[in-house]
């Protein structure tokens, strides 16, 4: 099972593989509009340890971690949070 989000310019493919009844193990890949240097893992899958899943979520956990990605190739943003956490 496939799911696919958008996140700063960059696609998360976040794939699920049924190990049991309502259970899954995940993986996740990211493809992006530039391949910085020194970044190996651009466009191969991941697999998200501590697994299996349920569906739910595995799907959040797979966008979580690949916006946590994306962050990290990119930098953190310019912009503050929402709350007063700073």
Partial sequence: MMRTTEYRGFHIHM?????SEDMFDLGFRIEGPMKPAGVAALGKR???????????????I???AGRAAVDVI?????VPPATDEW
């Fill in 62 to 64: 797979g966008e979580l």
């Fill in 15 to 19: 794939e699920l593989v049924r190990t």
């Fill in 74 to 78: 990119l930098g953190v943003e310019d």
């Fill in 46 to 60: 991941i697999k998200v340890h501590g697994g299996p899943f349920s569906q739910r979520w595995a799907h959040l």
